[in-house]
């Protein structure tokens, strides 16, 4: 089975760094558009970045120049950045594989939490 894990995550002071590794297992990330998401309580889940196999990388405007990912296909892992974090980055942050050939299927990992406060 396809499986998404996360590791990371937890509290930082504001303007600290996080890495948030995602390792999968039972599919080849290299036949996978990588992507990382946010949600708060109340709100829209939010496309914090993506990366494509050929390593072209997107980023939401609240996060550009602070945050970004890259990928090791060998090792089926895509890393997260997460740089000068500030209170308002305080989400739950989701894994997503998103398959670029039919069926075209979306796999999630675990949500992680991530508080940033004094």
């Known amino acids: 089975q396809v499986l998404l894990v996360v590791a990371g995550g937890g509290l930082v002071q504001p303007g600290g760094s996080l890495r948030l590794p995602c390792a999968g297992s039972g599919i080849m990330f290299r036949f996978h558009v990588m992507k990382w998401y946010r949600q708060v309580p109340g709100a829209q889940r939010e496309l914090v970045a993506s990366i494509t196999n050929a390593g072209t990388i997107n980023h939401a405007d609240t996060v550009k120049g602070r945050f970004t990912i890259s990928r090791d296909n060998a090792k089926n892992t895509v890393y997260p950045q997460m740089n000068s974090l500030n209170p308002e980055d305080t989400a739950v942050y989701y894994c997503?594989?998103?398959?670029?050939?039919?069926?075209?299927?979306?796999?999630w990992g675990q949500g992680t939490q991530v508080t940033v406060s004094s």
């Open positions: 997503n594989a998103a398959r670029l050939s039919s069926p075209r299927l979306d796999y």
